[in-house]
């Protein structure tokens, strides 16, 4: 028996649904509307901090986090000292990403498509059978995942940001993005801190060579910078409230209030956190950042790309609402907001859109385990407008200890998943 699976959407999340569905046995095609995989990871940097190594090991020994694979192999900067997430934090070389993935794709025997950007889908009886690509290519499969993010494009950037910034996603020159569930059932939108819809995202690449040397040279051997906030800039608060940072989890650290924090992710300098929308436009008052070039967004300090606009209700095997053979992942499932939300997400539904194709019943993680308990508490919150307000994160620990899924060594985490036979489910090749 053959099953095949087709992910929409070639980021963080598509990357990890495309590799367990084919550690599983399907034969897997990728699709992605740019020329590049990556998604946001192309502009994200920071693959690991805080309490990351607890989703990690978990995933590890379910038998997924290939995306970590991906990371490790590109880290230019290992547990940088002195930031506010920790001493965990792994910073990796953003242009090499998307080079990194397709030469894992290739060893995996994974197809994939650029330029594919999915328009339409095909239903025959209550299943989808194909997907439409805006250039009339129709792909077929059993079974679809949707990770296109939750971006929608250029109407949503002006209606609901600051217009086309020009970002990574590059919709001026490959179209809008927008997902295949919205083709049947609708989405729902992550609320701002004034209760809108909209989630802005933050941060700014600034170009290495634009920086003071001193700065330069420090980010080159330490990782990390901090500026001190000088005394006499206005915080932009608007910009900050519309980007949602006061839910976002991190923006009550201290250090992301005070200080302009300045990550090396290869080239770039990355400014994170609550100074990046405060703080963006009077960048250049920054001892240091005199010459400073915003490099991402190409609009520079004048704002960001909305996001989190069109999630998916979904169950807690990550079936979409409204759908017999499609899944959904990443960014597209919830309002979360980092990489690692992606890959374990990712994992879980790529395994289930084979377990799918087989006829067999989708598996649901145990809430014991951070991943399973994380993957229902957003399922559930994102259904309330209260929960829209907030943005959720598998390695934020407040939310882990609320979930009594907190574990602080290691081998006890491994030791949990051992405990509900699960231990390499996502290796298990299930075409037979
Ligand atoms: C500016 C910024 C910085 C960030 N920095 C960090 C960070 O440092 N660390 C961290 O952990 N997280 C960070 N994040 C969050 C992280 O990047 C996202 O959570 C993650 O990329 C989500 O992955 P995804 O695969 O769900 O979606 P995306 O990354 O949005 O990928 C979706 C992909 O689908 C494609 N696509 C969309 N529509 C279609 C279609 N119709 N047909 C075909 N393809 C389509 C898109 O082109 C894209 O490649 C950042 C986010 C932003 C906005």
Redesign the pocket.
């Known amino acids: 028996m053959k099953v095949k699976v087709v992910v ?7 990357f990890s649904a495309a590799t367990t569905a084919r550690k599983a046995g399907a034969e897997v095609t990728v ?4 020329d590049m ?5 192309l ?5 690991y901090s805080n309490y990351a190594y607890i989703p990690v090991t978990e995933a590890k020994a379910l038998g997924g986090a290939e995306l970590y694979d991906v990371f490790e192999s590109i880290t230019i900067h290992s547990h940088v000292e002195g930031t506010p997430q920790g001493g965990w934090t792994k910073l990796y070389n953003v242009t090499r990403l998307d080079s990194a993935m397709q030469k894992a794709f290739r060893a995996r025997g994974i197809e994939f498509m650029f330029g ?4 339409n889908i095909d239903m025959v009886g209550d299943k989808v059978s194909a997907v439409v ?1 805006k250039d009339g290519t129709k792909i077929k499969g059993d079974v679809f995942i949707d ?5 929608t494009g250029i109407e949503a950037c002006e209606r609901l940001g600051y217009g086309c910034v020009s ?1 990574i ?1 590059r919709c001026p020159s ?1 179209g809008n ?4 569930v919205e083709k049947k059932v609708k989405t729902v939108s992550a609320l701002n801190d004034y209760g809108k819809p909209t989630t802005i ?3 700014v690449m600034i170009a290495i060579e634009s920086v003071s040397p001193e700065i330069r040279r420090e980010l080159r051997e330490k990782g990390f910078v901090a500026i001190p906030v000088p005394k006499d800039i206005e915080p932009d608060t608007d910009r900050f409230r519309r980007a949602a940072s006061t839910h976002s989890g991190v923006a009550d650290m201290q250090g992301l209030k005070v200080n302009m924090l300045l990550h090396d992710i290869g080239g770039f300098a ?1 400014v ?1 956190g609550s100074a990046s929308p405060m703080y963006a436009r009077s960048l250049r008052s920054f001892p240091g950042l005199e010459d400073a070039m915003i490099f991402h967004p190409g609009a520079g300090a004048r704002g ?2 909305v ?1 989190q606009v069109a999630m998916a209700y979904r169950d807690n095997a990550l079936r979409a609402d409204g759908f017999v053979n499609v899944f959904c ?4 499932c919830g309002p ?7 890959a374990v997400t ?1 994992d879980l539904a790529g395994h289930n859109a084979v377990r799918c194709g087989l006829g067999q019943p989708g598996l649901e993680l145990p809430k014991t385990l951070a991943i399973g308990a994380y993957i229902n508490h957003v399922g559930k919150m994102m259904r309330t407008e209260d929960g829209l307000k907030n943005r959720y994160g598998v390695k934020v620990p407040e939310l882990l200890k609320s979930l009594n899924v907190f574990r602080q060594d290691e081998k006890e985490i491994a030791r949990e998943v051992e405990k509900t036979g699960l231990v390499g489910v996502y290796q298990a090749k299930l075409v037979q």
Not at 31 to 34: I, Q, V
Not at 336 to 342: N, P, R
Request: glycine letters at 24%; a positive charge; aromatic letters at 4%.
């Open positions: 929409v959407g070639g980021g963080p999340a598509g699709l992605e509307r740019t995989l990556g998604g946001l990871g502009v994200a940097g920071l693959s594919k950007r999915v328009v690509c990770t296109t993010g939750a971006t970002c996603l490959f993005p927008g997902g295949i995202g933050t941060s990355k994170v960001h790309l996001w992942a990443g960014t597209k979360q907001h980092s990489l690692i939300d992606a990712g």
